[in-house]
């Protein structure tokens, strides 16, 4: 028999981002059957006239042409015939008859909807799904997540009402715009008390992801950025630290902290401040014959605090000096809970991890997790140290201002020590930076060198372990480690050694020249004995002070080179601009395609909107390719098996670009968006640092308890059934260590069914399980998501649900048989389709 599919006669490409694109529609499946269709499958034997979708040159009217009342003109068609040859007749029908429903379904058209902040506006669909007769309404409104409403958004609310025939509406959402750097954020719209009708089971509420299409830390240097790595670090060093420090200005509560932490360090200096003069007050005040006075205040002469009586002065002076500790220590403790660094850290590695979790393939295969984990783990933070030692720097400059402006008031015969102290200085940052900083970026090269090697070990342990390679591994990792440290480690700490001791030098070496040329001074009563003494406590703490500035400002230096690894990160492709224009091409095409089929006005006319592939291609590269030119339909409700054929590839790949983990490169994958597609790996993954209940309702925190067990009983997993009743075990770390690796694979696919997805594509489901009482069971289930809209629902309510469609890669051609429709991968980037049996595996 021959099933003959009219498809869309034009390319689509994933990447086109023209929202005014035309696309003729034409009914996507007519089916020359023979007369020796099976009656077993009487529930699948339904013709439905299905719709491909009439695309308006403006799509931006979907709301208002959403009236299944209005006229509209009838579709220009444009058939091109594919012809597949199967072996036995397809049966095209769907999921069997739609009984009516007393109430219709309210809910969002996607759970997912994507804008760009530069657009100014999101807009969202909200749809209507059953009989359409009467009037109904629910109301909406905004839920703040990563996104903050009045920051990226402006908060709103409201009410949405479908009068009768009407099945769509449309809300705006107004985005705030700003020149502001932000990972990929995302907010809430939910929708609440619904009036003659019900809300949806999942998809009452929607999220808005907000790209932002601005560059880490701001767009002054774009172009270099762009560039990669090799850009970035043509960015002058200092250039790029200004830009950071104005990207973390923009941080929720960094200025008020910010500004905090500078005025409150200020105690510490001027307590310094106070105790120079108070080594003056002592050697000329209070124990000098003839007391003088000293200046604890610009423009003040205190002399003794009780006139005449120098031990009550003394115990003032000790009372002073002592009590300063009170609000320095207050400041210190309250600083902990002001925490700049801690906040300037936790926004980054937020939104790095945010930032990561949004990345391409080509992002993910470029920035390994060896790389990322040092990130989150060590760059992050030297990163966000870079602005606090800026503050602390400050710090520094304030007090050197002071005893410097002390010196030169107490002892200005000193000028030229305090001008050619800092010049040595400047002289030596200038000269020994450079080094340090080759210094550091090399051992940190073998440091990641190193931590690379633990991640390879920990990946391939296995294989490691299998072939007795363990005792060379651990001389390979002594290498790593012995270079690390000869090449790495030594060298830089001899350079910083060296540099800690020159200011050490610096010291001790102005001061011998004061003290050769003071002293005289001293002799002859030209200058106090407090002065002297005071001004060589002072070049101690210059030379200190300069040797902090010295050693903050070289790790400042080094940490750059952290904060560029960052920026390359941060600015790395993410895949939510493509799901953008995926999702706005899906979003158009469902809203022709449910216009087209509300023309027949039959309830839950939406379940009969097919599944399709349009002139879809995959390119590994510019020779070899998965599939290309393939046009294929499938009504929902229906599973499907995907083999491939002897030397064939391509399956997993196939399957990934239907779960919507990768996009075709050529043409389109279409599914109506109100679909919620699920891609299941076939390695099965438990979340390690959750326990086992949180694992099986990580796709549906709402699912109950008996629908979870009734699940896991079905699937014969009885360790985990154990486990999930008693309510001291559902939640304990570490459950998936006291499972059989076959059980954890049975989870792996409960977690699934829990979620119960409209289309559910499974890799290779049946791997893992070797007895055929296994095997069957899990192909049961599958059968039963299909047929009853789901696993573990009542069937009474299975109208009121959507289809079940299941895409999966069967292991045997027995376990095809039991599919609705069998596609297999031949050589030639074909697809051929036949009809499954339906028969029962066998052993």
Known sequence: AQVSCHVFSSRHRANAMDSTRSLEASPLLQVEQSDNVDSQNHDHDQKLNQYVGKHKDDASTREHSANSQSSSSSAAYTKDAVTLQIAEPIDAAGNGHVQDSDCDIVQFSASIYYAEEAEGVVYIDIMRMGTLQGAVSARWHTIDGSAQAGVLYKSAS???VFHEGQYSKTIAIELVQDEAWAATLEFKIQLTEAQNCELGLFLYYCRVKVINADVFPTNKYAKE??????????IPRTSLMIEF?????????VVRKTALSVLFDQMSNLYFYFTLNVTMYITDVLFAKEPKSVSFLPGTHTSLFVPGDRETSAMCLAALYVLPMVPMHMWDYCAISVD???????????????????????????????DMQAALRQDVVEASQCYTYLVELLRILIRLVIILAFTLHESPQSWWILALMPTLMAIWIQIRGSIYLQACDKEGDLQLNVAKFIHMTCQSYTLIAEYFMRPKMNELFEKELWRATKEGRIPKQQIEINNRYFPKWLGPAFISLYMSTAARQVVQGTESIGGFLTTINILKGIASDFGDFYSVSMSLNALVGSLQGLVEMFNMPIEVKDHKVRDKHRRDLTVEARKWVAKKNIPWAEDAIPLQFVNAAYFFDDSNYAFKNLSLTVPQGNLVAVMASERSSGRSTFLKILGGRILPTEGHLFMPLHLRVLHVGMSPVALGQEGLWRNLVYGDRSAQLDRVMEILKNLHADRALDIVN??????????????AYSELSLVHLARAFIMSPEVLILQRPLAHFSSFETRNLVMNMIRDFVDNRGVGYPTKSMHRRRPRSCFFSPEMVSEAEQ????????TDSSISVRKGSRRPISP
């Open 158 to 160: 409201g009410v949405v």
């Open 225 to 234: 950025i762009a560039q990669g790595l090799e850009g970035i670090e043509t």
């Open 245 to 253: 420090i104005k990207m973390n200005l923009q941080i929720p509560g």
């Open 340 to 370: 700049l660094k801690g906040t300037l850290r936790n926004s980054l590695r937020a939104s790095l991890y945010r930032k990561y979790l949004n990345y391409t393939e080509e992002s993910r295969m470029k920035i390994q997790a060896a």
């Open 726 to 739: 008693d309510p001291e075990q559902r939640d304990q770390i570490g459950w998936e260590n006291s499972v």
């Open 819 to 826: 599919a609705d429709i069998i596609w297999t991968m031949e």
